[in-house]
């Protein structure tokens, strides 16, 4: 089992900045990739951001060059840094660990990010 805990959404201004935290406590050494996603109302969840153990990175278009993910292995926790926000990226926010080797997933309880214009 592994627990994720996310912190640091809010409300900002369009080209503000926002940093989103993620700690993961249980069986943390298994956990291959963890993450961002995002679900907006009306909308279905999406990835934002994704990091391998290893350290390669996925990013969605749409936040390519604004946000950086990183994660820090001694402190079991991914963040979120997310630069030059807009409007459409007003969404919850979820947290995300997958391992592989049992192929689940599991899923913080999301943090609210609203962008005014």
């Known amino acids: 089992q592994v627990q994720l805990v996310e912190s640091g959404g809010g409300l900002v201004q369009a080209g503000g900045s926002l940093r989103l935290s993620c700690t993961a406590s249980g069986i943390i050494f298994s956990i291959n990739h963890m993450g961002w996603y995002r679900q907006a109302p009306g909308k279905q969840r999406e990835l934002v951001a994704t990091?391998?153990?290893?350290?390669?990175?996925n990013y969605a278009d749409s936040v390519k060059g604004r946000f950086t993910i990183s994660r820090d292995g001694a402190k079991n926790t991914v963040s979120l840094q997310m630069n030059s926000l807009k409007p459409e990226d007003t969404a919850v926010y979820y947290c995300?660990?997958?391992?592989?080797?049992?192929?689940?997933?599991?899923w913080g309880q999301g943090t609210q990010v609203t962008v005014s214009s």
């Open positions: 990091m391998a153990t290893g350290g390669r990175t």
């Open positions: 995300n660990a997958y391992i592989s080797i049992t192929k689940i997933e599991y």
